[in-house]
């Protein structure tokens, strides 16, 4: 599973006028331009040729990754759109959240180990942090667990600097799966670093069953 949480993503349906598209971004579902069959034509014309961007980001373990920016000069705003196909820049594989959206179900970046439970209504665990793939939630029930169109959510959780101080957090930090209910992950104000939405390859097909060794 952490090999596909950095390609992740949230989704939601805007009018088609920039205008309007910057007035209604806060709120995001699976749908729309944040759904699978969106495109980078698709957020130009939603947000302005001058707000979208594609080229090399930064990715996992020192690589590069193509992906489109929307919003690059923009913190509060900035969106990343990863494509399947890259040539045509169509065909959603993940969604990086702006800090100023909420994705389904209200989650927002900030929000506690704690309150993101309660949304889920069912435990998670959470990967050890201090590594590349460090602190991605592993939710496999619950409401965040994905829906039938195959939109999966995901959440990159972080302790504050602030917090940890002399605290040791070795137990929760590694290649190891944490629990939501460790106490630890409280005592060092543990929040939501980053939403994603992710959708699965359209073109992927399932070894057949029929194969012969």
Request: hydrophobic share 35%; aromatic share 8%; charged share 20%.
């Amino acid at each position: 599973m952490l090999t596909r949480l950095p390609f992740l993503a949230l989704c939601a349906a805007l009018a088609s006028q920039p205008a309007l598209a910057q007035t209604q971004t806060d709120i995001v579902s699976c749908s729309g331009i944040f759904g699978p069959e969106s495109s980078e034509s698709q957020l130009i014309q939603t947000f302005g040729a001058d707000n979208v961007i594609s080229g090399d980001v930064p990715g996992p373990e020192g690589i590069t990754i193509f992906a489109t920016t929307v919003y690059p000069d923009d913190p509060d705003r900035q969106m990343e759109f990863g494509w399947y196909d890259e040539e045509n820049r169509d065909t959603v594989s993940y969604v990086e959240l702006s800090p100023s959206q909420a994705g389904p179900h209200g989650v927002r970046i900030g929000m506690s180990v704690a309150e993101i439970e309660a949304i889920n209504g069912a435990p998670f665990n959470i990967g050890g942090f201090g590594w590349d793939y460090g602190g991605y939630a592993e939710i496999e029930q619950g409401n965040l667990a994905g829906d039938s169109n195959g939109c999966f959510i995901s959440l990159r959780f972080s302790p504050s600097e602030e917090a940890i101080g002399e605290t040791d957090i070795t137990p929760i930090s590694g290649e190891i799966s944490i629990p939501s209910s460790e106490p630890l992950l409280e005592q060092v104000d543990t929040r939501v670093q980053s939403i994603t939405l992710g959708y699965p390859d359209p073109n992927y097909q399932e070894p057949s069953t029929d194969e012969q060794d």
